[in-house]
């Protein structure tokens, strides 16, 4: 099978995936259905042939979601809904100053949150605007404002994590001055309050709400990275560090038995000319090599489990996008794992599969 595609979600054991504006369907037999196109001119349907210039033009579908039988894309600054019942496709969103948000969050099961999707502002803003977060209406099929942070607050909201243990949602923010943190929300985000923030040791954009706490990994580019546990003792929340990076996490997802992270290779700051930031080759003080590593954290006894390297490939990571590895959004009731590989030396812009009990029982750290 042609492994040039990007997973986007599971729809019950069938894999979606899209290839350019196209949205297919993998099946268990692994036969291929495909389903719908997204809207785009020709122009642009040719260019995005040419992977290279869908790097540099960001021509990938963005980020999707599966929600009450209907799909939730995010392409070309659109939010377009697919119905799979009446098989309609309409855009209910346009983004202005983004490609969409970088998650979604589904309220379903969480005492105090309605049954629907959330999700926050992630905007480029380095003046500190207000920023907000959404929730989809249901019965008119609007989207509306929740929550807003006033300005000055925050730069951009990375992730909204549910956590049905502690009846809360934590919303993970960054990137710029002490606007980093995790807040939690509860009543319908009618009650949010920062927990920690204003340290690089708590930006994160990837995060699980396991019974122990929350299980996170740090997204900086200018500090080493980690793993940590956001835990609450003695009335007093403690972020706990358990296991290094390799640099900055930016994509995640949640297996049947595995929580998985990976590092992506950014630059470091901008330099004081524009061209020279666009091209510039260095990687981050964040990055201790110049690669992407798939790492995954057993459940059962929260050991670390080392999946894949990859190397970022040569191209300046700020014109032609980080080198990272991304997966599909909803948690996976397997131990197999789609990972989508961007800017990177090997599988650039392909699919490559790994059975996670495999990586479990050997050293699977080659490329």
Known sequence: ???????????????????????????????????????????????????????????????????????????????????????????????????????????????????????????????FNETSIYKKNLQNNEWTKCYVFPEGKINHIHSIVPDIENDCAWILTGDYGESYGIYMAKDNFT?????????????????????????????????????????KNDDKWISEYLFPLNGPVIYGCELLDYYIFATSVEPGLEKKSFIGSLFDLKKGPGIIH????????????????????????????????????????????QNMLPAYFNATKFYEGRTKFFDLLDCDNTDNLNT
């Open 1 to 127: 099978m042609n492994n040039r595609f990007k997973p986007l979600f599971y729809e019950k054991d069938a894999l979606i995936f899209s290839r350019r504006n196209k949205i297919f369907k993998l099946n268990n037999d692994e036969s291929i259905e495909y389903l719908f196109s997204l809207p785009s001119n020709f122009f642009i349907l040719v260019i995005s042939y040419f992977r290279i210039i869908s790097r540099l033009l960001r021509l990938d579908v963005y980020n999707a979601i599966l929600y009450k039988n209907k799909y939730y894309i995010c392409f070309l600054r659109k939010l377009y809904v697919y119905d799979t019942k009446t098989k309609i496709l309409k855009v209910e969103m346009n983004f202005k100053n983004s490609n969409g948000p970088l998650s979604f969050m589904i309220g379903k099961n969480l005492k105090g949150f309605e049954n629907t999707l959330y999700f926050g502002d992630y905007i480029s803003d380095s003046n």
């Open 191 to 231: 009650d949010v309050k920062p927990i920690i923030t204003g340290h690089q040791d708590y930006r994160s954009c990837v995060a699980f709400a396991t019974k122990k706490g929350l299980l996170y990994a740090t997204d900086s580019h200018l500090e080493l990275n980690s793993i940590r546990l956001l835990q």
């Open 290 to 333: 110049n690669r992407v590593e798939i790492v995954g954290i057993r459940k059962r006894d929260m050991k670390l489990i080392q999946v894949y390297k990859n190397p970022k490939d040569f191209y300046p990571s700020r014109l032609f996008q980080f080198g990272s590895a991304m997966f599909p959004l909803n948690a996976n009731k």
